[in-house]
């Protein structure tokens, strides 16, 4: 079976830094398109970053852009998202996906293979 094994969330200060990451086993992704999702507590989950396999598309959550960075690393078929200047807000379980499309799209249906989550906490 395919799996994703999400790790590297913890507890920070605000202004603070994470970087979670995401081995995926079972297959290679190359071909695939990659990203992140989180959920909070009481709201939806939303989507919060993406990257596509010729790393010519990258596209953020406007709540995101300028503080974090998704890439990836294929020969470890791994990726990562560099969270910087961490807000309270940001506070959530991240969650990878991955999907064969070669287009990275925002929305949760069109994501076949999630992580297991990892929880990001960011103390004010």
């Known amino acids: 079976q395919v799996q994703r094994v999400d790790s590297g969330g913890g507890l920070v200060q605000s202004g603070g830094s994470l970087r979670p990451s995401c081995a995926s086993s079972?297959?290679?992704?190359?071909?695939?398109?990659l990203g992140w999702f989180r959920q909070a507590p009481g709201k939806e989950r939303e989507f919060v970053a993406g990257?596509?396999?010729?790393?010519?598309?990258?596209v953020y959550a406007d709540s995101v852009k300028g503080r974090f960075t998704i890439y990836r690393d294929n020969a470890k078929n791994t990726v990562y998202l560099q969270m910087n200047s961490l807000k309270p807000e940001d506070a959530a379980v991240y969650y990878c996906?991955?999907?064969?499309?070669?287009?990275?799209?925002?929305?949760?249906?069109?994501?076949?293979?999630w992580g297991q989550g990892t929880q990001v906490t960011v103390s004010s």
């Open positions: 996906v991955a999907d064969r499309n070669i287009v990275v799209v925002t929305t949760t249906q069109s994501w076949r293979y």
């Open positions: 079972g297959r290679t992704f190359n071909g695939y398109a």
């Open positions: 990257i596509n396999w010729s790393v010519t598309q990258l």
